[in-house]
């Protein structure tokens, strides 16, 4: 025996009004991460501060490039978005 047969099927399933609420939800979050790591890669390398584990000479080097580039592989969302509403 399954086990499910007394279980309502929206326990089972989900509840589709939260499904489509947590799909937006996602959505949204997917948009944050680009302006975050972009923010963090211009305070980073705006702050003079060595870094703990690998300094460099450069403040685009270490975290500050790291960030750049998290943000620049997160801009997929920001470019869908932009490409859907042309």
Not at 49 to 55: Q, R, T
Not at 75 to 80: E, G, I, Q
Request: some cysteine.
């Amino acid at each position: 025996m399954c086990g499910t047969a007394n279980v309502p099927a929206e326990v089972i399933m989900g509840n589709q009004g939260q499904d489509v609420a947590i799909s937006g939800a996602a959505s949204w979050l997917s948009l944050a991460a680009a302006p975050i790591f972009a923010g963090m890669a211009l305070l980073t390398a705006l702050s003079g501060a060595p870094d703990m584990l690998c300094a460099s000479a450069s403040p685009l080097g270490g975290m500050a490039a790291m960030y750049g580039l998290m943000s620049a592989f997160h801009l997929a969302p920001w470019l869908k978005l932009i490409a859907h509403h042309r």
